[in-house]
C-alpha cells in the first residue's frame, strides 16, 4: 500500500526544506498598508529543530503584533527588553520547551528564533504591520520586500565582517531553494479608481463593493519583490487621528502635507553621476542602470554641468572635472553607458563616493547614484556623505534593492531616493529625480501650531521636502485638535519662510490605536534616540509594545512533560533564494518543454524551469522561463585557448596603456578592426585623456567622420609611427595581455591580417600623425591634459 507524503521542498541532494510558504494579505486606505504575513514552517527531521529565519519588511513599517499556531495550538507573547528575552529564550530551550523571538537588526532586517520545533510538527507565524506610505507626484509606489540579496561587505565572500549583526543571523542564499509566495492586496477608497500595474509579477484586478483586490495571476516565488504602481492618484491633504494606545485620554495625529512648491523647470543643475559596476549588478540590474543613465543624459538641458564615474572595488572616473551638458558631450556619456558592465568586483562603495566627492566643480554639485545597495554596513558610508555636504539622490534598481540602506543615505544627505525594477520603465522615475534636482532647496522646514493647539510633542522637523512628495507630521494632543495647521519653508539664503501648504485640522479621519503606535515607532527614529543605551527609547518601546533595537518580541510555550525535547535542537538557518537578476542570474527565454541541462565542459548542470505567461505576447508557442546563472552560460572561446602569453608595456604602474604599451597590443593580434569605438579604447585602459582628445579635438575637425572612422585611423597612426616603438627589456612595467585581448577578440574568423580597415581615413591619420609628432614611446604628448573644459 502507498502511503501519502505531505508535500515539501528539496534540495538537489534530497535534504527537505523547512520553510513551506510565505503568504502576504493587506489593507490599503489613504496614506496606510496594514498588512498581515504568514510564515509556514514544517520540522521534516527526526530530531527538534531550532529554525532561523532572517526576512525584509518595508521601509518605515512598524511590527504590531506576532501570533503563532504551534500543531492545533494558538499562542500569543508580548515584547520585552532585549537582553531578558534572549535569557528566557534559551532557557526555554534548554528545559525542552518551545520559544519563539524576534528581534529587529541594525540594517533594519527581521530575525525569527523558533526554538524547539518537533519533529513532524507544522508551525504557522503570523505577523502584522503597518506602513505610512509616500505619495511621489501624484503616484504611489508600493514595494513589499520578500528577499535579502547577498551583500558585499569587503571581504572575499558575502559573509559580513564588518555588521554588528551576529554571525548566525546573516542570510545565507541557496540557487536550490523555491520557495512558494502568494499575496492579496486590497486597496480602498480612491485607491481603487487609480491606475494599477505590477513591474515584478503577473497580477489579477478585481473590483468588487469599491474595493480593488490584486493578487497574483499565479504562484510567485520568494526570489523577487513585490512592487505595485499606482498613478493618476490626487494630491489632498490629508489628517487622521486616534486614542493613544498608552493613555486613552490622549491624542495622536498624523497629517500629510503635499507641498506645492513653485518650479523653476529651466533652472541648471551641477550634478555629479556615480553608477554601481560591481558584479552583483550582472545581468538585470546593470540593464536597468543602463536605461535609467541614459533616460538621465537625455534630461540634461543647456548650462547643466555632469560628470561620469563607474565604481566595484575601484572607481574609475570618465573625466577629472565637469563636464558642460552639450550635443558632443552628451553623445560621449550615451557612447559610456553603451559599454558599462558590471565587471569591477565589489562595492567599495564609501571609497568611490568620497573619490566623486572630491572631483573638481565650480558649483556646489549634488551627487547621483544608481546602485542596487547590497553593502553590509551602510553606517560609515552616510558618517562620510554627510561629512562632504553633498545631497545624494539614489536610484536603485534591481529585484531586491537594499531599500533601507538606500533611503538612510538619501534623508541623511537631504536627498532623495527612488526605485526602479529591472522590468520597470525608468522614466518615471528619473523624471521624479530630476524634478527633485531642479526643486528649490530649503534650509528649515516647521510647523506652525494654532494657539489654541498646542501639542505634547511632535515628530522632527523634515530636513528637506520636494514638490509633490509627501511630507508627515505626527503629533500627540491632549485635546482634538482644531485649527489650521502650516507648513513653513525657508529657502536658502532668504530671511523669510514661505508657506508649503497648511491642513484644517477640524477634518479629521477618526482611526483606532494603532496610529499611535506608529507614531511612537517614529519618534522613536528621531536622532535623538539613537544611542543604544537610550532608557526613554527602551521604555517607550515597551510602553507601546514595539519590537527595536532594545526590544524583542518573546513567546514561551512550556511543553508537557511527555513532549519536550531531550537534548538541544539542531540548529537550521533558512537559506533565502538569490535574487532573480543578481550577480548575472538573469532569465532566457527558451523554446521548450523540457527540463533544461547546461553543457559547461567539465561538467553539468540543472536548471529549474518556469513557465512564462504574459498577456502581452499574443503566441501560440510555449515559451520557457528559466533563471540562469551567468557562470552556466558562458562558452569557452577556442581562440582565447590557443593565445599566448604576452605583455604590454605601460609607463607607470597601473593600467594606464604607454602608446608603446598599444603597439605591443596591437602586434599580439593580426586583427585590426576589432577597435571600433571609443569605449573599445577605454576598456583597454588606454588614458581617458588620450580618448577625450580623440572625440573632443580630434572627431571635430572631420564632419563627416564616425566614431569607427576616428578610432580605425587612430591605431592604424599609431600602428605607422616606429617612434612609439621600444624593446622589452627597456622597462620592466608588464601586464598580461591576455585580460585584454579575450574581451576585444570578437570575431576570431574574420581576421584582416594584411588589409587595411574599411573605416581608415587616410586624411585624419596624416592629422593625427602631425599632433602626435615628438610622441615618445613610454608617454602621450602632455598636451593631452590640458583641454577637457573644467
Same mark, same amino acid.
Given at each position: 500500500?502507498?502511503?501519502?507524503?505531505?508535500a515539501?521542498?528539496?534540495?538537489?541532494?534530497?535534504?527537505?526544506?523547512i520553510?513551506?510558504?510565505?503568504?502576504?494579505?493587506?489593507?490599503?486606505?489613504?496614506?496606510?498598508?496594514?498588512?498581515q504575513?504568514?510564515?509556514?514552517f514544517y520540522?521534516?527531521?527526526?530530531?527538534?529543530?531550532?529554525?532561523?529565519?532572517?526576512?525584509p519588511?518595508?521601509?518605515?513599517?512598524v511590527?504590531?503584533?506576532?501570533?503563532?499556531?504551534?500543531?492545533?495550538?494558538?499562542?500569543?507573547?508580548?515584547?520585552?527588553?532585549?537582553?531578558?528575552?534572549?535569557?528566557?529564550?534559551?532557557?526555554?530551550?534548554s528545559?525542552?520547551?518551545?520559544?519563539?523571538?524576534l528581534e529587529?537588526?541594525s540594517?533594519?532586517?527581521?530575525?525569527?528564533?523558533?526554538?524547539?520545533?518537533?519533529p513532524?510538527e507544522?508551525?504557522?507565524?503570523f505577523?502584522?504591520?503597518?506602513?505610512?506610505?509616500?505619495f511621489?507626484q501624484?503616484?504611489?509606489?508600493?514595494?513589499i520586500?520578500?528577499?535579502?540579496?547577498?551583500?558585499?561587505?569587503?571581504?572575499?565572500?558575502?559573509?559580513s565582517?564588518?555588521?554588528?549583526i551576529?554571525?548566525?543571523?546573516i542570510?545565507?542564499?541557496?540557487?536550490?531553494?523555491?520557495?512558494?509566495?502568494?499575496?492579496?492586496?486590497?486597496?480602498?477608497?480612491?485607491?481603487?479608481?487609480?491606475?494599477?500595474?505590477?513591474?515584478?509579477?503577473?497580477?489579477?484586478?478585481?473590483?468588487?463593493g469599491?474595493i480593488?483586490?490584486i493578487?497574483l495571476?499565479?504562484?510567485?516565488?520568494?526570489?523577487k519583490?513585490?512592487?505595485?504602481?499606482?498613478?493618476?492618484?490626487?494630491?489632498?491633504?490629508?489628517v487622521a487621528i486616534?486614542?493613544?494606545?498608552?493613555?486613552a485620554?490622549?491624542?495622536?495625529?498624523?497629517?500629510?502635507?503635499?507641498?506645492?512648491?513653485?518650479?523653476?523647470?529651466?533652472?541648471?543643475?551641477?550634478?555629479?553621476?556615480?553608477?554601481d559596476?560591481?558584479g552583483?549588478?550582472?545581468?538585470?540590474?546593470?540593464?536597468?542602470a543602463?536605461?535609467?543613465?541614459?533616460?538621465i543624459?537625455?534630461?540634461?538641458?543647456?548650462g547643466?554641468?555632469?560628470?561620469?564615474?563607474?565604481?566595484?572595488?575601484h572607481?574609475?572616473?570618465?573625466?577629472?572635472?565637469?563636464?558642460?551638458s552639450?550635443?558632443?558631450s552628451?553623445?560621449?556619456?550615451?557612447?559610456?553607458?553603451?559599454?558599462?558592465?558590471?565587471?569591477?568586483?565589489?562595492t567599495?562603495?564609501?571609497a568611490?563616493l568620497?573619490?566623486?566627492?572630491?572631483?573638481?566643480?565650480?558649483?556646489?554639485?549634488?551627487?547621483?547614484?544608481?546602485?542596487?545597495?547590497?553593502?553590509?554596513?551602510?553606517?560609515?558610508?552616510?558618517?562620510?556623505?554627510?561629512?562632504s555636504?553633498?545631497?545624494?539622490?539614489?536610484?536603485?534598481v534591481?529585484?531586491?534593492?537594499a531599500?533601507?540602506?538606500?533611503?538612510?543615505?538619501?534623508d541623511?544627505?537631504?536627498g532623495?531616493?527612488?526605485?526602479?525594477?529591472?522590468?520597470?520603465?525608468?522614466?518615471p522615475a528619473v523624471?521624479?529625480?530630476?524634478?527633485?534636482?531642479?526643486?528649490?532647496h530649503f534650509?528649515?522646514?516647521?510647523?506652525v501650531?494654532?494657539?489654541?493647539?498646542?501639542?505634547?510633542?511632535?515628530?522632527?522637523?523634515m530636513s528637506?521636502?520636494?514638490?509633490?512628495?509627501?511630507?508627515?507630521v505626527?503629533?500627540?494632543?491632549?485635546?482634538?485638535?482644531?485649527?489650521v495647521?502650516?507648513?513653513?519653508?525657508?529657502?536658502?539664503?532668504?530671511?523669510?519662510?514661505?508657506?508649503?501648504?497648511?491642513?484644517?485640522?477640524s477634518?479629521?479621519?477618526?482611526?483606532?490605536?494603532?496610529?499611535?503606535?506608529?507614531a511612537?515607532?517614529a519618534?522613536?527614529?528621531?536622532?535623538?534616540f539613537?544611542s543604544?543605551?537610550?532608557?526613554?527609547?527602551?521604555?517607550?518601546?515597551?510602553?507601546y509594545?514595539?519590537?527595536?533595537?532594545?526590544?524583542n518580541?518573546?513567546?514561551?510555550?512550556?511543553?508537557?512533560?511527555?513532549?519536550?525535547?531531550?537534548?538541544m535542537?539542531?540548529?537550521?538557518?533558512?537559506?533565502?533564494?538569490?535574487?532573480?537578476?543578481?550577480?548575472?542570474?538573469?532569465?532566457?527565454?527558451?523554446?521548450?518543454i523540457?527540463?533544461?541541462?547546461?553543457d559547461?565542459?567539465?561538467?553539468?548542470?540543472?536548471?529549474?524551469?518556469?513557465?512564462l505567461?504574459?498577456?502581452?505576447?499574443?503566441?501560440?508557442?510555449?515559451f520557457?522561463?528559466?533563471?540562469?546563472?551567468?557562470?552556466?552560460?558562458?562558452?569557452?572561446?577556442?581562440a582565447?585557448?590557443?593565445?599566448?602569453?604576452?605583455?604590454v608595456?605601460v609607463?607607470?604602474?597601473?593600467?594606464?596603456?604607454?602608446?608603446?604599451?598599444l603597439?605591443? /597590443? +596591437?602586434?599580439?593580434?593580426?586583427?585590426?578592426? !576589432?577597435?571600433?569605438? =571609443? @569605449? &573599445?579604447?577605454r *576598456?583597454?585602459?588606454?588614458?581617458?585623456?588620450?580618448?577625450?582628445?580623440?572625440?573632443?579635438?580630434?572627431m571635430?575637425?572631420?564632419?563627416?567622420?564616425t566614431?569607427s572612422?576616428?578610432?580605425?585611423?587612430?591605431?592604424?597612426?599609431?600602428?605607422?609611427?616606429?617612434?612609439?616603438?621600444?624593446?622589452?627589456?627597456?622597462?620592466?612595467?608588464?601586464?598580461?595581455?591576455r585580460?585584454?585581448?579575450?574581451?576585444?577578440?570578437?570575431?576570431?574568423?574574420?581576421s584582416?591580417?594584411?588589409?587595411?580597415s574599411?573605416?581608415?581615413?587616410?586624411?585624419?591619420?596624416?592629422?593625427?600623425?602631425? /599632433? +602626435?609628432k615628438?610622441?615618445?614611446?613610454?608617454? !602621450?604628448?602632455?598636451? =593631452? @591634459? &590640458?583641454?577637457? *573644459?573644467?
Open positions: 500500500m502507498n502511503t501519502l507524503q505531505h515539501c521542498l528539496k534540495t538537489t541532494s534530497g535534504k527537505e526544506f520553510l513551506e510558504s510565505i503568504r502576504m494579505s493587506g489593507d490599503v486606505r489613504g496614506l496606510m498598508l496594514d498588512m504575513m504568514t510564515q509556514q520540522n521534516h527531521m527526526s530530531s527538534h529543530a531550532e529554525v532561523i529565519y532572517t526576512f519588511l518595508p521601509w518605515g513599517a511590527l504590531l503584533s506576532v501570533e503563532v499556531t504551534l500543531g492545533e495550538r494558538k499562542l500569543t507573547g508580548i515584547v520585552v527588553e532585549k537582553k531578558q528575552a534572549e535569557v528566557e529564550y534559551e532557557e526555554a530551550l528545559s525542552g520547551d518551545t520559544a519563539v523571538m529587529k537588526n540594517d533594519h532586517s527581521y530575525s525569527l528564533n523558533l526554538g524547539n520545533l518537533a513532524k507544522h508551525c504557522s507565524i505577523i502584522r504591520y503597518a506602513q505610512t506610505l509616500q511621489e501624484q503616484g504611489l509606489r508600493l514595494l520586500p520578500t528577499v535579502i540579496a547577498p551583500r558585499y561587505d569587503g571581504s572575499k565572500s558575502y559573509v565582517k564588518r555588521s554588528d551576529p554571525e548566525y543571523l542570510p545565507r542564499h541557496t540557487l536550490a531553494a523555491d520557495y512558494p509566495f502568494d499575496i492579496e492586496l486590497r486597496l480602498h477608497d480612491v485607491l481603487a479608481q487609480a491606475r494599477i500595474a505590477s513591474p515584478s509579477h503577473l497580477v489579477a484586478q478585481k473590483n468588487r469599491g480593488a483586490y493578487s495571476s499565479r504562484q510567485g516565488t520568494l526570489d519583490d513585490f512592487v505595485l504602481v499606482l498613478d493618476q492618484l490626487s494630491d489632498n491633504a490629508v486616534g486614542p493613544d494606545y498608552v493613555n485620554e490622549r491624542h495622536v495625529m498624523l497629517a500629510s502635507f503635499y507641498p506645492q512648491i513653485p518650479q523653476n523647470t529651466s533652472a541648471n543643475i551641477s550634478v555629479k553621476i556615480l553608477v559596476c560591481s552583483s549588478m550582472a545581468g538585470d540590474s546593470i540593464s536597468a543602463r536605461r535609467s543613465l541614459q533616460s543624459i537625455e534630461n540634461l538641458i543647456d547643466d554641468r555632469f560628470s561620469l564615474s563607474r565604481f566595484g572595488n572607481v574609475e572616473h570618465r573625466s577629472r572635472a565637469m563636464w558642460k552639450a550635443p558632443a552628451k553623445a560621449a556619456a550615451q557612447r559610456w553607458i553603451d559599454g558599462l558592465e558590471a565587471d569591477l568586483g565589489g567599495e562603495m564609501e568611490a568620497n573619490s566623486t566627492f572630491d572631483l573638481n566643480d565650480k558649483l556646489q554639485s549634488d551627487v547621483l547614484l544608481i546602485t542596487d545597495g547590497d553593502i553590509t554596513d551602510i553606517t560609515s558610508v552616510i558618517l562620510s556623505a554627510k561629512k555636504g553633498h545631497r545624494l539622490f539614489i536610484v536603485g534591481g529585484n531586491s534593492p531599500e533601507s540602506h538606500l533611503r538612510r543615505l538619501a541623511a544627505t537631504k532623495a531616493c527612488d526605485f526602479v525594477a529591472t522590468s520597470e520603465a525608468v522614466e523624471l521624479r529625480m530630476f524634478n527633485r534636482l531642479r526643486s528649490p534650509d528649515t522646514i516647521t510647523c501650531w494654532p494657539e489654541e493647539c498646542t501639542p505634547i510633542w511632535t515628530s522632527e522637523n528637506t521636502l520636494f514638490e509633490g512628495d509627501t511630507c508627515h505626527f503629533a500627540m494632543l491632549a485635546q482634538k485638535p482644531r485649527g495647521l502650516q507648513l513653513l519653508g525657508q529657502r536658502a539664503g532668504s530671511t523669510s519662510p514661505e508657506l508649503l501648504g497648511k491642513i484644517d485640522m477634518s479629521v479621519t477618526t482611526t483606532d490605536v494603532q496610529l499611535s503606535r506608529i511612537a515607532n519618534r522613536l527614529n528621531a536622532s535623538s539613537i543604544p543605551d537610550n532608557a526613554e527609547a527602551e521604555k517607550i518601546a515597551l510602553d509594545q514595539l519590537v527595536t533595537a532594545h526590544t518580541f518573546l513567546l514561551i510555550h512550556e511543553r508537557p512533560e511527555s513532549e519536550k525535547a531531550n537534548d535542537p539542531t540548529l537550521y538557518q533558512v537559506k533565502h533564494i538569490v535574487p532573480a537578476g543578481h550577480s548575472g542570474i538573469g532569465q532566457t527565454r527558451l523554446r521548450t523540457d527540463p533544461l541541462v547546461v559547461s565542459g567539465s561538467y553539468k548542470a540543472a536548471v529549474f524551469r518556469r513557465e505567461v504574459s498577456d502581452r505576447i499574443k503566441t501560440s508557442e510555449t520557457t522561463d528559466y533563471d540562469i546563472p551567468a557562470f552556466l552560460r558562458k562558452k569557452p572561446d577556442d582565447e585557448k590557443a593565445f599566448e602569453p604576452q605583455h608595456y609607463a607607470t604602474p597601473g593600467l594606464s596603456l604607454s602608446p608603446s604599451g603597439l605591443c /597590443l +596591437l602586434d599580439a593580434t593580426p586583427d585590426r578592426d !576589432w577597435l571600433i569605438s =571609443f @569605449n &573599445d579604447l *576598456d583597454l585602459k588606454l588614458s581617458d585623456s588620450v580618448i577625450d582628445w580623440l572625440e573632443f579635438v580630434v571635430p575637425q572631420f564632419p563627416w567622420a566614431e572612422n576616428i578610432v580605425t585611423s587612430f591605431i592604424y597612426a599609431v600602428s605607422r609611427m616606429d617612434a612609439c616603438r621600444v624593446l622589452p627589456e627597456q622597462t620592466n612595467n608588464k601586464v598580461d595581455i585580460s585584454f585581448f579575450k574581451r576585444f577578440k570578437k570575431n576570431p574568423g574574420q584582416l591580417p594584411q588589409k587595411v574599411p573605416h581608415v581615413d587616410m586624411k585624419i591619420v596624416e592629422e593625427i600623425q602631425r /599632433l +602626435l615628438g610622441i615618445q614611446p613610454q608617454q !602621450w604628448p602632455v598636451e =593631452f @591634459n &590640458d583641454f577637457v *573644459d573644467a
